[in-house]
């Protein structure tokens, strides 16, 4: 868009795609896979450690066989991978913990600043007017509010972590003060552009999110790790009891949203109602190719172009039916499970990918964000992968202290001969 080049509309934009981004991410893909088969050791102990995750995309890939347009299912099942791929370049790096930082440092420092200049100064890249109601919103550099929300959430909790950490000393001292200052900005960026978006479901889970950061950090928590079960379960069942008792209406009318959360509802009941395997599915990312599908959503809903169904799990039953439900389920358990283990064990990272992961669960509520390239899927992904990590005491390297960004192993002096051995296996001993 921003090249002034024509891209595919309507129902090419859902087969064919821009050639310009398929030759991007197979770029990208292609170096992913260098890096990985570098690191191969590395990579299967991961892949190993984390079955849910690996049976869930062997099934989006077996799925394409009943899809009714198995090509670009293909094609979109490859893209998929690469969300994989580079959460696997960020857990594999010889320090992981140091790794994700640099992640939310740079990819925050590029995106939110850059979303600032758009709006402020440059709107006809910046804004755009919605296709819900025709009223103007801010889309930063991305391509709508919602897709701006998201980004700033999970980028201003990263922001967050770092902030608590570095106030809290659990970071190395070189050059505290000037991290925290960046840090600091950041963070305040990141929640001015939340205000921007006016995403209301990306506004509640930066909220939570937050709230699990703090309530971590509490010697409460510290101490008795399993009363991080009790704060979760209370928020979700808080959340279930709003929607299941009819309070969805008077909690969307506090977030700023219409009782239908803008038409969303609806939308929930039509596109239910056209799924064409409750077991299966239409196959991976299929049930919107069909013209059938959009003829039907264009005559319930004239003049709204929909491309998705607004809610994480509706969509994955639509692609996958009860069986992808299922292993998102699974993957659920397994990265929850993961997360509090590494709580007791690293808690300032380990109240990180709690956040993520209930965070995830909310957020998919009223909108889709177990989808390819989608910043919610990727760093819950991430939480699973990092979780399983070091629930599973994984190494990720020969050097005893490449975990010790993450405070699980202590920085060990380099020593040669016998007395380096003896101080080596000394600590090892008082970490067992």
Not at 107 to 118: D, E, Q, R, Y
Not at 180 to 188: D, E, I, N, P, S
Not at 207 to 224: S, V
Not at 365 to 375: D, I, P, Q
Request: charged share 15%; net charge positive; aromatic share 10%.
């Amino acid at each position: 868009m921003w090249l002034g080049m024509s891209p595919p509309t309507g129902a090419d934009t859902q087969m064919e795609g821009s050639p310009v981004d398929g030759a991007f991410f197979q770029i990208l893909l292609v170096a992913a896979i260098c890096v990985l088969a570098h690191r191969g050791r590395r990579t299967l102990t991961f892949l190993k450690a984390n079955f849910p995750i690996l049976i869930y995309f062997l099934f989006c890939l077996s799925s394409v066989v009943w899809s009714d347009y198995p090509g670009p299912a293909l094609r979109k099942w490859i893209k998929a991978i690469g969300d994989l791929a580079m959460i696997l370049i960020v857990v594999t790096d010889p320090q992981p913990v140091a790794a994700l930082r640099r992640v939310f440092s740079r990819v925050g420092f590029l995106l939110l600043p850059m979303s600032v200049l758009l709006i402020k100064y440059y709107p006809l890249l910046g804004r755009r007017y919605g296709a819900w109601d025709g009223a103007q919103m801010n889309i930063g550099v991305t391509l709508d509010k919602n897709l701006l929300g998201v980004i700033t959430f999970v980028l201003s909790l990263g922001a967050a972590w770092r902030v608590l950490a570095l106030l809290s000393g659990d970071e190395p001292p070189t050059d505290r003060r000037r991290h925290l200052m960046a840090q600091g900005t950041l963070l305040a960026v990141g929640v001015w552009l939340l205000t921007l978006a006016h995403s209301a479901t990306s506004l509640a889970c930066f909220i939570l999110g937050i709230g699990l950061l703090l309530a971590t950090r509490l010697r409460f928590f510290r101490r008795k790790a399993a009363a991080v079960h009790v704060l979760v379960l209370s928020l979700i069942v808080t959340a279930s009891l709003v929607l299941l008792l009819g309070g969805g209406a008077s909690a969307a009318q506090a977030l700023g949203r219409d009782p239908t959360l803008t038409g969303r509802t609806e939308i929930w009941a039509a596109v239910i109602s056209l799924a064409s395997n409750p077991l299966v599915g239409a196959g991976f990312e299929s049930f919107w190719l069909s013209p059938r599908v959009h003829e039907k959503l264009w005559q319930l809903f004239p003049g709204l172009p929909l491309n998705e169904a607004h809610d994480g799990y509706i969509e994955v039953y639509l692609n996958l039916g009860w069986m992808g439900v299922g292993l998102i389920g699974l993957i659920f358990v397994g990265a929850y499970r993961g997360a509090v283990k590494t709580f007791r064990r690293a808690p300032a990272l380990g109240g990180l990918l709690v956040a993520f992961v209930l965070t995830a669960v909310t957020y998919n509520l009223t909108e889709a964000g177990f989808r390819m390239l989608t910043s919610t899927w990727f760093f819950f992904l991430l939480a699973a992968i990092e979780g399983s990590r070091i629930a599973a005491g994984v190494t990720v390297g020969a050097s005893p202290s490449l975990d010790a960004s993450s405070g699980l192993v202590p920085q060990l002096p380099a020593r040669n001969g016998l007395a380096g051995r003896q101080t080596t296996r000394a600590i090892a001993g008082q970490i067992r």
